[in-house]
Structure formats: C-alpha cells, structure tokens
C-alpha cells in the first residue's frame, strides 16, 4: 500500500440508505395483523363446531356477538399496538445511517440466544425470576395460539382432545402458576427487598405492569376454574390441577355468568397489555431481542465510530453528537431496548467511586430528549419537573458525567440488552471537545504536546530510542538503509518516555532477542497513535498523527507488529484501518507466550503468587485474556481477583483520564489496587504501560509497596528467563 492510499474516507454523499423503513415496515405488519385477526375469526365460524368426549369446546358459553366483538377488538388494539411502536421507530430514524446488515450467521446466534434469556441469566437471580415470568408467558402464549389453529382445524385435524387435551391443560395450569410465581418474586425483589439499582428506578408504571400481567394469569385461573363448574366438573378435567379445585369455589348454578364475566375481563386485560407493550418500559420484550440480533458489526467492538478527513473536509457543520438526529438509528433504538436493570452502573467503575457518571443515566436521558421531542413516552417515566425544550441532548446529559467514563466498556459488556453505551459518551465527547472546546483544562496541555511534539508528554522526539543504550546488543531501526525485519516494535510513549515503563520496554527488547525475533523500532519516525487525542474527543489532533503515523508504516512496508501498550494494540489494529493500515498486529503478551509454547523462552516459576490485572483495553475491547494468565502461570501462582476477566475493575487510566485529574470521589486506582493487594498476592501483574503506573501509584499511596510490587508481564517473565 502507498502512502497516497492513506487519505481518510470521505464524506459519503446525502441519500437514504433505507431499503424499507423501520417504520413503514412496522405499519405493513400493523395491517396484516389486522387482516390476518379478522380472517381468522371469519374461518373460525367456518368448521362445524365438534364436541369431543375429552375436549373443551372454544368459545363455549360465550354469545356470537361477544365472538365477533372480540376479534375486532384484538384485531384493531393489534394494529394500534404496531402502529404506536411504527411510531417509535420514525424517532429512530431521525439518526445517522449505520449500517448493521449482513452477518446473518452471528446475527442469527445472537437472536437465538436473547429468545433463550443467555444474557439476562447471567445474574442468577434477576434471571431466574425473569426466566419464570419469560419461559411461563411463553408456554401460555403458545397455549393459546394452538387453541385457536386446533379451533380453525376442520374436524378431521384437530389434536386438542383426549390425551392431548389432558396434558395440554395440565401444562398451561403449570404455566400460570410459575407465571403468577415469577410476578409474586418480581414484586417482592422491587417493593421488598428493593436492591439499589432497582429502587432507583421504581417507577408507578412498574406497579400497573406487575399488576395487569397478574390479572391476565388469575382471570386465566378463574374462566377455567368458571368452565369446568358450568360443565359439571368431568372427570378429565382433573388434569387442570389449579383450576379443577377452584372450580369447586363457583356454584354451577351462576357459573355461566361468572365464567362470561372473567373471560370478558380476560380478553380486555389483553388488549390492556397490547397497548402497554409500546408505551412502557414492556417494550423491552420485543427490542431488547432485535437490538442483540443488531449487535454485530463490521467496525471491532474496540474502535470508535468512522469520521471524514477533518483535515480535508470543508463541508462538515458538526463533530459527534449533541443533538438527536446526530447519533445513529441503533444509538437511538438503544434507548428502547433497555431494560432499565442497572447492571452497567453495577460495574462501572466511575460511579462505584462516587463520580457523576451513570451509564444508564446516559441511556434514559438521551431517550428522553428523544422521546420528548417527538411526542412519544420516553423510556422510563421521569418527573414532570424534568422537561426538555429542544434536541439538544445537553439539556440533560452534563459534561461532568461525560468526562468521569474511562471507556472500559464495563457497562457494555455488562448490558444483557446489547447497548452500547461507550459509542455514545465518546461521540458527546467529541463534540464537546471540537464544536464547543468544552473539556477538563489539563488535556489543553496534552492536545499541546501532542501537536508540537508528536507525544503525550511534550518529550524531545530525538530521544524515542535512548532506552536502547541500556542493552548489550544492537536493536535495529527501521528507515535505516539497508533495515528490513520481520516484526515492527512499536514502543508506544510511555514505553519510550516514561522510567517506570522504560523498563517493560527493555525486558521485551530482551526477551525478543532472547528468542531469536527479528524485530526492529521507528525510534524518532514512531508518533503517538493517538489514542489519548480521540477518547478525548479530539478526532482533528487523532487523525493528524494516525495519517502520519500510516504513511511512515506503509512506506516502510511494515506487516506485522508487535506493542507492549493495549492503547496503541487497539488504535493500530482496530481503527488505522478505517485510514488506510492494514496490519497485524499482537499484544506482546500474546507473542511471548508463543515464544513459551514453542520452547524459544524457558521461564522457571518462583513460586510467587501473582494477581493479573485485566487492561480495559485488552481485555473487554479485545478480548483478550488467556495469553496474559498464561504468561502468569508459567512464571508463578495465579491468584484471581474477585472482578477479574470480562468483570475486571478499571484501573482509572482509560479514556484519556490518564491525563486529566479526578476531582469527585475516591480514586478509582486506589479501588482496584485495594481489591488486588487483599487477594495477598506477591505481586499485581498487567500487560498495559498505564495500569502499571496507576497500580504502582496505588500500592504506594496504600503503603504497602514494602511487600507488594507491580510489575509488567514482560518483566515477571525476563526475570525467570534471563534472571540469575
């Protein structure tokens, strides 16, 4: 590839990309189920009505008038029903285009697994009371449905009678009662045991939701138990085991207008639940499972969001996102697909330390505006005192909430919805930085350094390979005539300019040469990759250095490369490539436990213990974690964390923060290092130049850097390889 390869995509031309609107979709649906409800109350009429020995006969007891009225009334709730969610989705798209087709395979799988409740599972207990209440409703609304095919069966096809019926009964009757069970625990876990996150968000909405799906299970219960006493009580019924004994408690006598009362009341409650369903936080049944099949993507889950060559670009109006046409469709459609859990503001790291974040703060908020600004129910209902007159997201999304996020991705990754709540922050975040220069005062010195020094720490570029000096043997230069080597090191800056992580740099230098790499550096030609400008928002200052930095490598022809800093691994193998660089590229916690495994590297374990720290950047952005513990594993005792993997606590550097100060609540490096130093581990290893600095920090601000050191994955293993 040539450095004129390397130009930023362009702005793509103004169309609609939409083949078929959500919305236009949705009312298509919305007449069909109409139609389709009609027609089947019209072929229901058609069959002539058989009485079965064992069986139960549909719309027994119930006038012809009542019949037709009831089709029409679910037909057109139905329609209303799909039309107020055709409503919703004209509000999604009012964003930006994203593209989130293709991928069927993944797509497919990740569908599958919101149908069979994965997600929501993953914690034990909201997930077995939900399961009771999902798989329950399920089974029933199934029941149903195969009443009304055995219904419209001519005489010759109809299964439901016999054995059929029998097991048929008892299974629904099961079903309701785990029905009712799962509601009674819902109720119980929201207005009795009140868990933080759940309590914060107890809306009245949620009281009306509990209440009229338990009306729709007892008025269910008590038009069986009202049949069976209008039938005499048969024997087969016996296998309806809940409605059967209540039968007992209706005389036969009145039991006609009992069982026409609660089927009446049964068929409005659902129509009731049809209308609820778009209007309340219950549309989450139908979203939530779209939103996860929308889940995959082209773009890696560590990049942010494509942007147009700012440094070209004379037609852009606006950077990232304030108002609400300026997020995408799926950020948008995210709003109603969440389920109001708290599971991201659980684990997130800023507001488990007392800062003004709360990702799902971010979440209802923007819903808010957006809802607002289009006439529709947001969300989750919110104070009446908490209006919005305008678009403008900022009207309720602050600035301090924004700046608090280290972008660990805990809340998405936390999220059994499928949002993605970092892609949101970091869009906001560029606009403040770009449109409205509106960031913490200390990254004005950062953006500084790195615009007239090509660093983030305003260091003399001439000095990037004096580490060098400190090795009894040559690291070749790429650039240098006559230099070519396999692997590029790419050092990164803290690798370069910092002491503490000049260190890891030397050990992998060491370890590389060790085991007969050939690898060489950039030395002065390497930049920052840029990384700190774009969490940061700064995507002009990114993209300064990212071009640059693409040109220097294709020039010199570089494939493969190797960096110790989990920042640089995610901006040069997941986003360079939006511009042009296209390079393999691997962590070298990933290198040198091949190294291990191909027996090029013989470490001997000390017998220490070591805790491994996960790099946000690393672990849930990329996806790696068992190289790291590998490496642990073959030098020392492995000691985990209780948050540890896709759990892992933040270590406080992420997002830029590393160059801004927290000003609000304890820090969020002092949270982690106490979590690591009580495991009582020797040493608290990682695989990233920033949570070796923020841990290090952190166990000497604890006091206890007299019996407990910090070290980088590199170190710990140069040591039991080239160690005396």
Known sequence: MTATETEAP??????????????????????????????????????????????????????????????????????????????????????????????????????????????????????????????????????????????????????????????????????????????????????????????????????????????????????????????????????????????????????????????????????????????????????????????????????????????EATDIETVGAARVEEFTWKQLFDTDACTICGRCTEVCPANLTGKPLDPREIVLKLGQVAADTYGISPTVSVDAELTVSSDLVFERITPEELWACTTCRACDEACPAGLEIVDKILDMRRNLSLMEAEFPSELGSTYLSLENSSNVYGADQTTRGDWREELDFEVKMLGEPGVTAEYLYWVGCAGSFDDRNRKVTISTAKLLHEAGVDFAILGPKEFCTGDPARRTGNEYVFQGLALQNIETLNDLGVEKVITQCPHCFNTLGNEYPQFGGDYEVMHHSELLMSLVSDGKIKPKSNGQTVTFHDPCYLGRHNDIYVAPRDVVDAVGERVEMPRNGTKALCCGAGGGKMWYEESTGKRVNIERTEEAVATGADIIATGCPFCFIMLDDGVKELGRDEDVVVKDLAMLLEEQVLGD
Do not use: C
């Not at 914690?123 to 419209?152: C, K, N, P, Q």
């Not at 209308?275 to 049944?285: A, D, I, Q, S, W």
């Open 10 to 311: 362009e702005a793509p031309e103004e169309q609609d990309p939409w083949r078929l609107r959500p919305s236009v979709g949705l009312g298509i649906l919305a007449g069909l189920a109409v139609i389709g409800t009609l027609l089947a109350g019209w072929l229901g009429t058609l069959p002539e009505e058989t009485h079965f020995e064992i069986g139960r006969v549909v719309f027994g007891n119930i006038p012809h008038f009542g019949i037709v009225l009831f089709y029409f009334t679910v037909a057109a709730f139905l329609g209303v029903s799909l039309l107020l969610f055709a409503q919703r989705a004209q509000s999604w798209e009012r964003g930006a285009w994203e593209q989130r087709t293709g991928q069927w395979r993944e797509r497919s799988k990740k569908l599958i697994g919101a149908l069979m409740m994965r997600t929501v599972v993953e914690d034990r207990r909201a997930g077995t009371m939900h399961s009771l209440i999902y798989w329950s409703f399920v089974v029933l609304f199934l029941g149903t449905v195969t009443l009304e095919l055995d219904h419209l069966a001519p005489t010759g096809l109809k299964f439901l009678h016999g054995p059929v019926y029998q097991a048929y009964s008892a299974i629904l009757d099961l079903a309701a009662l785990t029905f009712l069970a799962g509601l009674g625990w819902a109720a119980i876990r929201r207005y009795g045991q009140r868990p933080w996150r759940v309590r914060t968000k107890t809306r009245p909405e949620d009281a009306w939701i509990l209440a009229v799906l338990a009306a729709i299970g007892v008025t269910g219960l008590l038009t069986e138990a009202a049949r069976i006493s209008l039938e005499g009580q048969p024997s087969f019924e016996v296998w309806s085991f809940v409605g059967y004994p209540l039968s007992n408690l209706i005389p036969e006598a009145s039991a006609s207008g009992i069982h026409q009362g609660f089927w009446v009341s049964h068929a409005a409650l659902f129509v009731v639940f049809l209308v609820m369903l778009p209007l309340t936080k219950l549309r989450h049944m139908m979203t939530t499972p779209v939103n996860l099949a929308l889940l995959p993507r082209e773009r890696p889950k560590g990049a942010m969001r494509e942007m147009p060559n700012l440094l």
